[in-house]
């Protein structure tokens, strides 16, 4: 599938290990452990209900390959100690369960997103101590299909993220754990991974890769790289800085927001946070090659992943809570939410945030997994209500009220505040004149109250309760097949 086709997509993101057993046991899972929990692949096929029924319709999973264990900080279950790329990792089930998860996520109509590492290997060093020069010794011949020293650059660990060429060629990890960072200046080796993503992309039916560390690697290496994949390539580049960011648009299909997702956690995670911030926030669609028009292709929008504290753990106000959550699903770029998020989870800084979904028994009674239907459905409804929702860009309305933010991506006007569940007033929105056609009844899809604007088009003023976000679009774009509200 192209960046296009997955313009109109909503991706849920699993890490294999945590989200669902085999069999429907539900044995126990201590996050601090650093260990395989026994989550596979066929858990998730016999998930995917779970995950289609709050309106996703695509699945990341996290990296497949064999990863090394044992290591100072644990086992990789969470798959991104890379040791064989060209070895499937048995602990979460067999290249037969693979393919059969690809099959079940096909017959669906959803996408298969595929997380991969090719910056860098894990290697647990064979020397104990690190030397006088600060080297380790390495049985790199463990390490496939590369397996000598020379395939990997210099050792050296990253020591100043503002010298490029040292981010790019020194490596990620620590003492603990380095993380033998692969030589993309060699042509050879770069071939071999060309070969090795165009071929699992085939093997496993995958529609689009989520590529790690992409900052990590020359920008000149991605061209070729995602040529090679066929498919849409999202990439991760962990950066505030959104020209830095930004600048990797076009070397991938798309990137990650997080410049964004500072702004996002800033402005909802206490009363007092920052929501001008997020106005720039869609920064990155300026930088974009094609200009914001494309926007929708470029980025994707998320409020957790697996490397970040999870929201929940920084405010306990489930109205806060609720407006962060909206923010992806009603702005620019392809909304992303992270499993667990929907069951309240509230894990800490990594390995905390990776929590056993089993543990939740998968309710769907509870009220994130209401709101995430809610979102989903709004979202589908103004894709499908207006030709250019996904091309953007989102527009911001000021307000007077500083505890508020209105945002525009006709035909939705989203209404965040960050005032909290236990705020002392009522905050207030007003429409401006002009925004919708005179007298048009808005509903908000969260609450399924109506609201409908003057004879202007706008200037109605609308207040929240108890905190809460309100997402309006027209009564009319409401579908009687469901979704949202009533029609
Ligand atoms: C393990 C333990 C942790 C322990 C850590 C040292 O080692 O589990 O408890 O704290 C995998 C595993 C992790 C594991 C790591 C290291 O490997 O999942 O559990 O941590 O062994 C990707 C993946 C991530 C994965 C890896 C490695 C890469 O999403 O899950 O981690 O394959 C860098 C990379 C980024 C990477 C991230 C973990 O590290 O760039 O691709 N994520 C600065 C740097 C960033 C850097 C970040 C964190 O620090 O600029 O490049 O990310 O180290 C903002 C700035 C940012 C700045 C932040 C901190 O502040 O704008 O630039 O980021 O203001
Ligand atoms: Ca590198």
Same mark, same amino acid.
């Given at each position: 599938?192209?960046a296009?086709d997955w313009?109109?997509?909503m ?7 945590r989200?669902?057993?085999s069999?429907n046991?539900?044995?126990?899972c201590?996050?601090?452990n650093?260990t395989?929990?026994g989550g596979?692949?066929?858990g998730?096929? &016999?998930h995917?209900?779970?995950?289609q029924?709050?309106?996703? *319709?695509? @699945?990341?999973?996290? $990296?497949?390959?064999?990863n090394? +264990?044992?290591t100072g900080y644990?086992?990789g279950?969470?798959g991104?100690?890379s040791r064989?790329?060209?070895?499937v990792?048995?602990?979460?089930g067999?290249t ?5 998860l690809?099959t079940a996520i096909?017959e669906?109509?959803m996408?298969?997103m595929l997380?991969?590492?090719?910056n860098h290997?894990?290697?647990?060093p064979?020397?104990d101590?690190?030397?006088q ?8 011949s463990e390490l496939l299909?590369?397996g000598?020293e020379?395939?990997f ?6 020591s100043?993220?503002? &010298?490029?060429?040292?981010v790019?060629q020194?490596?990620?990890? *620590?003492? @603990?754990?380095?993380l $033998?960072?692969i030589d993309?200046? +060699?042509d ?6 060309n070969a090795?993503i165009?071929?699992i992309?085939?093997?496993y ?5 989520r590529?790690?560390t992409v900052?990590h690697?020359?920008?000149d290496f991605w061209?070729?790289?995602?040529a090679?994949?066929?498919v849409?390539t ?12 930004g600048?990797y648009i076009?070397?991938?299909d798309?990137v990650?927001?997080?410049?964004s997702?500072y702004n ?9 946070g920052n929501?001008s911030a997020l106005? &720039?926030?869609p920064?990155?669609?300026s930088?974009?090659p094609?200009?914001p ?7 994707a929008t998320f409020l ?5 504290p999870?929201f929940a753990?920084y405010?306990s106000?489930s ?12 702005t620019d770029?392809i909304?992303?939410?992270?499993y667990?998020q929907?069951q309240g989870?509230a ?15 998968y309710m769907?009674?509870?009220?994130l997994?209401?709101h995430?239907?809610?979102l ?5 409804l103004a894709i499908a209500?207006?030709?250019s929702?996904?091309?953007?860009p989102a527009?911001w309305i000021s ?5 508020t933010l209105?945002?525009s991506?006709l ?6 505040t960050?005032?909290?569940?236990m705020?002392t007033?009522a ?10 056609a ?6 908000d899809a969260l609450?399924?109250?109506t609201v ?8 109605t003023v ?5 905190g809460?976000p309100q997402v ?6 409401l ?7 009533p029609a």
């Amino acid at each position: 599938a192209t960046a296009a086709d997955w313009s109109t997509r909503m991706i849920y993101q699993v890490v294999t290990d945590r989200f669902a057993l085999s069999d429907n046991s539900s044995s126990a899972c201590d996050t601090s452990n650093r260990t395989y929990c026994g989550g596979s692949w066929v858990g998730i096929i &016999n998930h995917l209900d779970y995950i289609q029924n709050m309106g996703f *319709d695509a @699945v990341w999973i996290s $990296p497949i390959v064999e990863n090394v +264990d044992g290591t100072g900080y644990g086992d990789g279950y969470h798959g991104y100690w890379s040791r064989d790329i060209d070895t499937v990792s048995t602990r979460f089930g067999s290249t037969d369960d693979l393919k059969a998860l690809s099959t079940a996520i096909h017959e669906r109509g959803m996408y298969f997103m595929l997380d991969i590492v090719i910056n860098h290997f894990a290697g647990v060093p064979t020397n104990d101590t690190v030397s006088q020069d600060n080297l380790f010794t390495f049985d790199y011949s463990e390490l496939l299909p590369f397996g000598t020293e020379a395939e990997f650059h210099t050792q050296c660990f990253i020591s100043d993220y503002t &010298n490029q060429t040292n981010v790019e060629q020194c490596w990620l990890g *620590d003492k @603990v754990l380095p993380l $033998p960072d692969i030589d993309t200046e +060699d042509d050879a080796v770069v071939a071999t991974l060309n070969a090795w993503i165009k071929n699992i992309v085939a093997e496993y039916g995958i529609d689009g890769v989520r590529i790690d560390t992409v900052k990590h690697i020359r920008h000149d290496f991605w061209s070729n790289f995602t040529a090679s994949a066929g498919v849409f390539t999202l990439g991760e580049v962990l950066s505030e800085n959104a020209t830095y960011a930004g600048s990797y648009i076009g070397a991938v299909d798309a990137v990650l927001d997080y410049p964004s997702w500072y702004n996002l956690v800033g402005a909802f995670n206490d009363s007092l946070g920052n929501l001008s911030a997020l106005e &720039n926030s869609p920064a990155l669609a300026s930088l974009a090659p094609d200009g914001p028009s494309s926007i929708a292709l470029l980025t994707a929008t998320f409020l957790e992943n697996h490397d970040q504290p999870r929201f929940a753990s920084y405010t306990s106000d489930s109205a806060l809570t609720k407006n962060a959550m909206t923010w992806p699903f009603v702005t620019d770029g392809i909304p992303i939410m992270y499993y667990g998020q929907e069951q309240g989870y509230a894990g800490g800084a990594d390995p905390y945030n990776r929590e056993a979904l089993w543990l939740s028994g998968y309710m769907t009674d509870k009220p994130l997994v209401a709101h995430a239907q809610s979102l989903t459905a709004v979202r589908k409804l103004a894709i499908a209500g207006n030709a250019s929702f996904l091309t953007g860009p989102a527009r911001w309305i000021s307000q007077a009220d500083p505890s508020t933010l209105m945002l525009s991506k006709l035909p939705l006007t989203t209404l965040l505040t960050n005032i909290g569940t236990m705020g002392t007033r009522a905050p207030t929105w007003s429409i401006p004149a002009g925004l919708y056609a005179p007298n048009t009844t808005l509903v908000d899809a969260l609450a399924c109250k109506t609201v409908t604007v003057d004879g202007q088009g706008g200037a109605t003023v609308v207040t929240a309760e108890a905190g809460l976000p309100q997402v309006l679009i027209p009564a009319s774009m409401l579908s009687k097949a469901g979704g949202a509200c009533p029609a």
